[in-house]
């Protein structure tokens, strides 16, 4: 772009919109359909008999917008081909609306885009149509940007998947340790940022569901812990399907670093945000052979089941701790991390 | 809401999260789709042989919120259902992602979503899924809140409209007065709002579509002159399809109270954004019988012709002013009125 920053005009409608979206936007999306310049994108569905549609929308206002292994543009894809693959969805076409703040560099916005088009490419996704507005400086969080994703999939005939599903005697099994994606901000934010090895693990789950869906064709239900984190997913589906939970704290895997940090900070791993993360709720039958097909992909190498579906306290999720107590893990009730996604 | 207050921790994710997903969205927007509480909505859908599938999405960061004949809510919903009905689609399931600050009433916020909610009904659209975050005061424009909708529709067989369509000889028409809705935005901001007569024309123009593709089935192209008003719209079109476009100055209708508040602030009501009006190519032979059936219809009463699609100067619009000169009709090339929808 001729300018180094965002200025209002970019988000006039006028001459400056349409370069922004031709110079920044079409160039890095580069999709045919983006590219027709209408008021929506249109395409020919093609919806297999018995097939469904899904669609879900999330907005991302996570400060700093860059951080370890990871940045907002990559965040605001994985997140929503992310609540797509929870329902079963073959993740199609994204919607991006960016809400810019005058003074944002188009150094920071390209770096984004091209982060939101590379996330999109990994996980088969295309960026089919979006919208600019330009917020007064300092209204747009400060830091310049926020974006919302919406998204459309392909439910498969046969797939059905709900919190409300779980039935008791069901396994809850989880693709890998927990707490690194909050975490990861958490502590850049608190400046401890080079004490500790801290990643982000957001990434697209729709390859690592497509594997699951094949090796155990009757799961119940899949949900990823973001807000919240893992205690307040199982909380829900606890709560949707009118069953207790109940897992065991030895077997969440918990990274040391994370462990770390939540003592620094005060914080408990089971209610920090991940992104790359997915808790299943699969018939005890399928257990074993879902986990083996988990461990095959490479998002799932470190899956391991973490409880059970009883019939005991319905609604409520109890932790068998290490110590041999009991103690029942409520949803988070307060604010932990109110801006990491 | 027990609180009367947005608080950080309503967007955490957790149990303030789920009350205020039930309480207020759920409540009012009345969706079996959204009430199912799973990562996305998910439904069976009818796709028409032949038919098509229309995305769209636009970002709402008007201020103040609340303005004489609507509000962002109504905006949120019409400005989406618009884009679709723009390309022809019948515009059938919105999200609705929301940013709040910190600090924004809920008898504000509530009022807000129950404006969304008449809106959906009124266009015939459902509410299907939808995201909260929560920011730090101040960091939503300072108002309080930004919302983000994208929109799904079907795009019946054999309609076929774009930007790129309009051919020599068309005719354009315009569904009624241009200027109130940017006018009454930007006359309440500048404290103007007890001497003139203006109210936003926000409504959604997806019936009206349908009546002209009933009585004009090969209409080429419609657009909404949102920003940037009915100048850059033409130019959009003239530049999609590349054609030229004359406009007579004397046949476009501008209410009193716009021009007057125009005049005031030193605007152009050309550049002016609208939120209920449209712009039509038609083929010449077609122009009397759409013209009629828009006549017929409450949104278009006021609908004229305001000019043709010509072979001279390709890409550029022309105005024939009322003086009898004739004066290219650039793009908006500033910053006009960039918080207005």
Redesign the interface.
């Known amino acids: 772009m001729s300018d180094s920053f965002v ?3 970019h ?8 370069d922004l979206i031709r110079e920044v936007f079409a160039r890095h999306f580069r999709s045919p359909l983006l590219a ?10 093609v ?1 297999p008999k018995g097939a ?10 996570v400060q700093p917008l860059f951080f370890p292994g990871g940045d907002i543009g990559q965040l605001a894809v994985c997140g929503t081909v ?3 693959a ?2 079963g ?1 073959r993740p199609l ?1 994204l ?5 810019l703040e005058e003074g944002l560099s188009f150094a920071d916005l390209e770096r984004v885009v091209q982060s939101m088009a590379r996330s999109a490419t990994d996980s088969g996704v295309e960026i ?4 600019t ?4 400086r ?5 830091d310049g940007l ?1 974006i ?1 994703t ?4 392909i ?1 498969p005939p046969g797939v059905s ?4 599903n779980a039935r008791v005697g069901d396994r809850v099994i989880l693709n890998g340790p927990i707490g690194m994606h909050g975490m990861a901000i958490m502590t850049l934010r608190e400046g401890l940022r080079f004490s500790l090895p801290l990643q982000s693990d957001c990434a697209p789950l729709n390859g690592l569901v497509e594997t699951m869906l094949e090796a155990g064709p009757s799961l119940r239900c899949l ?2 812990p ?4 893992l205690a ?1 997913t199982l909380n ?1 589906i606890a709560g ?1 399907s009118r069953v207790g939970i109940e897992v065991d704290e030895g077997s969440i895997p918990v990274p040391e670093a994370v462990r770390a940090a939540c003592e620094l900070l005060g914080l408990d791993a089971l ?1 920090v ?1 991940n992104e790359g993360k997915l808790v299943a709720i699969v018939p005890a039958a399928d257990e074993e052979r879902v986990l083996e097909a988990m461990r095959r992909h490479p998002l799932g190498q470190q899956a391991t089941s973490i409880g059970r579906v009883v019939s005991d306290h319905a609604g409520r999720v109890v932790l068998a701790t290490t110590l041999g107590a009991r103690r029942v893990l ?10 990491i ?1």
């Open positions: 200025v209002l005009a988000g006039s409608g006028g001459r400056l919109t349409h027709t310049q209408d008021d929506s994108a249109v395409w020919s569905p919806v469904r549609l899904a669609m879900t929308t999330d907005s991302y206002v992310n609540d797509l929870m329902v969805a076409y919607s991006a609306g960016f809400i089919v149509t979006g919208d507005k330009v917020v007064d300092g209204r747009a969080g400060g926020f919302n919406a998204g459309v999939g439910v998947l709900s919190g409300a949900r990823d973001t807000r919240g984190g307040t829900e949707q209610y945000a409520d949803m988070l009730s307060g604010a932990l991390l109110p801006r996604c």
